[in-house]
């Protein structure tokens, strides 16, 4: 997937000036369709009606190649003008995917191998077996009781279990 983009010379031209809002909308649209589909600026005659949401334009494609924005393709299709002088290449576009699958495989692979210093110990093999000491501290988490507790009462909690805890140590 590429993204494409438009110069900021194209404020200002004449060209530009004076298209129509449809002609303005097949011509972007033409540049979006030709990334998407990595066509290096070829826009085939059967994706004219994804250009513009009305359907196909064939007068604001006259005007694009009276302009000489576009060109006709020997398929019946089009090709954009100057097409790869902004947007980057088919090629260009899938080396980047491809190098950026193989960059993140070998992340996951050392990953694996090197487990963050944060990572708790046997985390993966993990399965949710009984801990060691006391399952339930007295107040804290009783069981019988069903509802939010007060702020008061689970500051007095936390503070029986931290004395617990210092006790035995």
């Not at 692979?109 to 077996?129: I, T, V, W």
Request: no cysteine; proline share 5%.
């Amino acid at each position: 997937m590429a993204d494409t983009r438009l110069k900021d010379s194209l404020i200002g031209d004449p060209k530009m000036e004076n298209l129509t809002d449809a002609e303005w909308r097949v011509w972007t649209l033409g540049y979006v369709y030709a990334n998407k589909h990595l066509t290096n600026g070829h826009i085939p005659a059967r994706a004219l009606r994804y250009l513009h949401p009305d359907g196909e334009k064939p007068v604001a494609v006259e005007r694009l190649l009276a302009l000489r924005l576009w060109t006709h393709h020997r398929d019946g299709g089009w090709e954009i003008v100057d097409f790869l002088d902004t947007q980057s290449s088919a090629k260009q576009v899938t080396d980047y995917l491809e190098g950026n699958r193989r960059r993140v495989k070998e992340w996951r692979e050392r990953q694996a191998d090197n487990p963050s210093p944060n990572a708790l110990p046997n985390a993966s093999r993990r399965q949710g077996k009984a801990r060691s000491g006391p399952a339930v501290v007295e107040g804290l988490d009783s069981g019988s009781e069903v509802g939010p507790r007060s702020v008061r009462e689970q500051d007095a909690a936390w503070g029986r279990f931290h004395a617990a805890d210092q006790e035995s140590a």
